[in-house]
């Protein structure tokens, strides 16, 4: 049997190694304890959110080539780091569109947003204004472009598509510029609706269908399913009462768009688009330096280089893999923001060194609110600040303005 001064000392070594943490009442601030990645927050958003939703959110085009290339070609790319560098401090801020961002981050638009979270995209609209970053509205959003306005003070930025309807265009359009949204992203890559086919197993419509299938799917997912009984119903809120409908029946996403979208979109819309907006004008869907060049001949204030997040053509290009052969050929003439794959903040400071003004993320922040709401949105987005920050930090560069492509291996000019 131990001695009295041996489990004494026993017990101080114990007491030295052990911390009883407290106790974490709050069921969203567990979940993002468990949390440190933009995949974590995945794996969150998949357990809450009901399999058709999460399916709608994470899925991309067929095979989805295109959707694992965006993020291959950021993982596949490395750093060529510079050290003794001799930098107190590391600036992150950035500028698009000519006005400051705290770092080069745009909030895209995604449609649909409520079903993530009943707030939708009030919750990131908010979070983006926190962020000191400027968030898109898009025209199939679930709260309207007056909504958005009403709760954020911050800089915001309206998607459009070419509806067949140029006169509802145009009033949108008009509406925007009353909220005071300071840019218009016209979306190019939807001529036709890509076949999403999660969505085609699921028979997955917006708003989601009630059958047996719903039902069990609800039940196994009771917080969500609570949420969206006790909130108004989800509808493409910018349309609300038109014509062409605004969700108040179940819509497969296919079918809507195919009907009330215009496949003749050509250059010649873009300029009716500047006759309608005095605004910034930024095309989102650039996928060659062909498009590019066209696009600053143009004279449009930025191209996102985009394939919908791999949702539309799979096959096309990754988005990484096109910012500096556009760059080379445009760089000096439009802002150049690489859309599709982002998952961490180091993604964000590759895309910089290869020649972007910015990136633009969507389904990584509807991870972070399936996973726990507006509180998510807050987490991802200080997460990849910093992120930005340290990799900055670790490669060598004081400021986003001194990334180019001597920080990248093998890309050195």
């Known amino acids: 049997m131990p001695s009295r001064p041996s489990l004494r000392r026993s017990l101080d070594t114990v007491r030295s190694v052990v911390r009883v943490g407290p106790v974490q009442t709050d069921a969203v601030s567990r979940r993002l304890a468990r949390a440190a990645s933009v995949e974590d927050l995945r794996r969150i958003a998949e357990r809450r959110l009901p399999g058709g939703c999460f399916d709608y959110i994470d899925g991309g085009a067929e ?10 070609a950021f993982a596949d790319a490395t750093f060529r780091p510079r050290v003794l560098r001799g930098l107190p401090d590391v600036d992150v801020a950035g500028s698009v569109l000519g006005a400051p961002v705290a770092y080069p981050l745009v909030l895209a638009p995604t449609g649909f947003t409520r079903i993530a979270d009943p707030e939708g995209e009030l919750a990131v609209a908010r979070a983006a204004e926190r962020a000191g970053l400027p968030y898109t509205l898009s025209t199939l ?28 265009v145009a009033e949108m359009v008009e509406r925007a510029a009353a909220a005071g949204y300071e840019a218009l992203v016209l979306t ?21 269908t009630i059958d047996a299938r719903t039902i069990l799917d609800g039940l196994l997912h009771p917080a969500w399913t609570w949420s969206f009984l006790r909130s108004e119903p989800i509808r493409f809120a910018n349309v609300a009462g038109r014509e062409v409908g605004d969700g108040s029946s179940p819509v497969t996403l296919a079918d809507y768009i195919n009907s009330q979208f215009d496949p003749a979109l050509s250059w010649a ?5 500047r006759s309608v907006w005095d605004g910034k004008v930024v095309l989102k869907g650039i996928q060659c330096v062909d498009d590019a060049v066209l696009a600053a ?13 791999g949702r ?52 990584a922040y509807l991870y972070a609110l399936g996973a726990a709401g ?18 900055m930090a670790l490669i060598g560069a004081g400021s986003v303005a001194d990334l180019d492509r001597s920080f990248l291996e093998g890309w050195a000019p």
């Open 63 to 72: 095979d989805e080539r295109t959707l694992e290339a965006n993020r291959r």
């Open 141 to 168: 959003a679930t709260r309207s472009i007056e909504e958005v306005r009403t709760v954020s003070g911050g800089r915001l930025w309206f998607q459009v598509y070419a509806w067949r309807d140029r006169g509802l």
């Open 188 to 208: 190019v890559d939807t001529a036709v609706f890509g076949r999403r086919e999660r969505d085609v197993r699921r028979g997955f419509t917006l708003p989601p």
């Open 269 to 273: 819309d873009v300029e009716w688009l």
């Open 297 to 309: 001949d143009a004279g449009v204030d930025a191209v996102v280089l985009s394939n919908h997040g």
């Open 312 to 363: 539309q053509l799979d096959g096309s290009p990754a988005t990484f893999s096109l910012v500096a052969p556009v760059a080379d050929a445009v760089g000096d003439r439009t802002e150049i923001i690489c859309d599709g794959g982002v998952r961490r903040g180091s993604d964000i400071v590759k895309a910089l060194a290869a020649g972007a003004t910015a990136c633009m993320a969507g389904r």
């Open 374 to 391: 507006e509180r998510g949105v807050d987490t991802l987005l200080g997460w990849w600040r910093d992120d930005v920050r340290r990799t």
